[in-house]
């Protein structure tokens, strides 16, 4: 039977996560909580809110940045969300995402990426995606190289245009299995944990059982360690419902449109600023200024 986790004490910062405190959770069957984040504000959130694990993902690209696609971010943008991210985090583990183009190369490029990302952002780890041969080496020249890795299944976003879109994968014999392999082989590579993206429940739940290392859900079904969202998707900042695995938590973008346009209105009737908003000046100091106006 799992031990149930022991509270800090009261008034006590809580110990910074770590992979050895991910393979506690994943060894208990604690749950493990991951999310997205892109900038100082959201960083702040997700620690206060008491995240286990925050991601840099390369989604920024479309949700902060406004790329069309993960495929356009490069690694100096990504370096400028993570640095942000890092300043606003003391408990969660970041990780952060190697965009596309910047690992495949050769060994030396994708630890020479990683070691960017370790030194100049201050990542606790780096995730890159698929797990075919190239990007199996690649996990464990970084991992050789002392940055931890995470692995990434599945649908693969920065690829997606060669699986056919943003859709689910391992509906059929052949391509779960394919799943299987690329995860079993990411983890003999060095992975510490493994994102199952947009697969079947029913093929997680195989294959979780399977893995020696944590798994983190995204459209995966309730059988992984772990789950994770973009922040933008749980808490509605962003126009439309998003993919069937994401559900909301709050609508932010509405009340944000809402806020703004209040904002707007105000000023266009002059109703901001008000004398609340406005600071004051001693009256003797008022008719001394209007004096020496006058002699201009």
Known sequence: MSAAPTAPPVGATPAPVTLTTLAGFHARGEPIVMVTAYDFPSARAADAAGVDLVLVGDSGAQVVLGHPSTVAVSV?????????????????????????????????????????????????????????????????????????????VGLTPQTSAALG???????????ALKIVREALALQEAGCFAIVLEAIPAAVSAE???????????????????GQVLVFHD???????????????????????????????????????????????????????????????
Request: proline share 5%; net charge negative.
């Open 165 to 175: 879109g943003l859709r689910a994968q391992g509906k059929s014999t052949a391509a």
């Open 76 to 152: 100096e943008e990504m370096l400028v969300l993570s640095r942000a991210v890092r300043r606003g985090l003391v408990t969660p583990l970041l990780v952060c995402d190697l965009p596309f183009g910047s690992y495949e190369e050769s060994d030396a490029q994708a630890i020479a990426t990683a070691m960017r990302f370790v030194k100049e952002a201050g990542a606790d780890a780096v995730k890159l995606e698929r797990g075919n041969a190239t990007s199996v080496a690649r996990a464990r020249a970084i991992v050789d190289a002392g940055v931890p890795v995470m692995g990434h």
């Open 234 to 296: 749980l808490l509605g900042i962003r126009d439309g419902a998003g993919a069937k695995f994401v559900r909301r938590y709050a609508d932010l973008q509405e009340e944000m449109v809402a806020g703004v346009a209040a904002y707007a209105e105000d000023v266009r009737s002059r109703r901001f600023p008000g004398p609340e908003n406005s600071y004051g000046i001693d009256e003797a100091v008022l008719t001394s200024f209007r004096a020496a106006l006058s002699e201009l």
């Open 207 to 225: 294959l979780v059982p399977m893995l020696e290392v944590p798994t983190i859900g995204i459209g995966a079904g309730p059988a992984t360690d």
